[in-house]
T-cell receptor, first 113, second 113 residues
Framework: NAGVTQTPKFRVLKTGQSMTLLCAQDMNHEYMYWYRQDPGMGLRLIHYSVGEGTTAKGEVPDGYNVSRLKKQNFLLGLESAAPSQTSVYFC????????????FGNGTRLTVT | GDSVTQMEGPVTLSEEAFLTINCTYTATGYPSLFWYVQYPGEGLQLLLKATKADDKGSNKGFEATYRKETTSFHLEKGSVQVSDSAVYFCALSRSGSARQLTFGSGTQLTVLP
């Protein structure tokens, strides 16, 4: 039972490079989320999706784009990476949006130099 | 806006000691409250929750009571184990929706044998 799988686990980018983080869940969840985790700041929501083909902005969406072409996958893109995007990124999914527990992946540690 | 304040860590305890991690919140209305735990190298997972005032959430020996009068949701465990070493996050959702989850900054707990 894989749950939520994130790839890659680690990545180093130079400023201005682009990349895509992949999140896949096998629990048939409707809702999916991308968070970033920074020291002393907890988790902040970047973008989320309430179903296949839908996306919406969270608290800190600038510099990121997302797509949900298939229900099980949620992609996070950085078109032109900046050092301020150095962070640990977590994907999560939930069955519904109301008091439903979030299931998290193990994270992607991204460093932008 | 909504906010969650956790006691600063790190917290270091000996095995079988009593644990309290303080959490207070600011929000309008009656938010749902959560504790998530992050074990080393893993994503967060839901530990317990409470959705209305005076509710007590409990799981794996951990407990937290939703105190509306003091706007608090302190996490307690009577006898900690080495395997409880992790980062603990308090969170609230004003509507119960995961799209409106606000996380605290996390408290690192280390339990020594």
């Amino acid at each position: 039972n894989a749950g939520v799988t994130q790839t890659p686990k680690f990545r180093v980018l130079k400023t201005g490079q682009s990349m895509t983080l992949l999140c896949a869940q096998d629990m048939n969840h409707e809702y999916m989320y991308w968070y970033r985790q920074d020291p002393g700041m907890g988790l902040r929501l970047i973008h989320y999706s309430v179903g296949e083909g839908t996306t919406a902005k969270g608290e800190v969406p600038d510099g990121y784009n997302v797509s949900r072409l298939k229900k099980q996958n949620f992609l996070l893109g950085l078109e032109s990476a900046a050092p301020s995007q150095t962070s640990v990124y977590f994907c999560a999914s939930s069955y519904s949006g109301l008091n439903s527990p979030l299931h998290f992946g193990n994270g992607t540690r991204l460093t932008v130099t | 806006g909504d906010s969650v304040t956790q006691m600063e860590g790190p917290v270091t305890l000996s095995e079988e000691a009593f644990l309290t991690i303080n959490c207070t919140y600011t929000a309008t209305g009656y938010p749902s409250l959560f504790w998530y735990v992050q074990y080393p190298g893993e994503g967060l997972q839901l530990l317990l929750k409470a959705t209305k005032a005076d509710d007590k959430g409990s799981n794996k020996g951990f407990e937290a009571t939703y105190r509306k009068e003091t706007t608090s949701f302190h996490l307690e465990k009577g006898s900690v184990q080495v395997s409880d070493s992790a980062v603990y996050f308090c969170a609230l959702s004003r509507s119960g929706s995961a799209r409106q989850l606000t996380f605290g900054s996390g408290t690192q707990l280390t339990v020594l044998p």
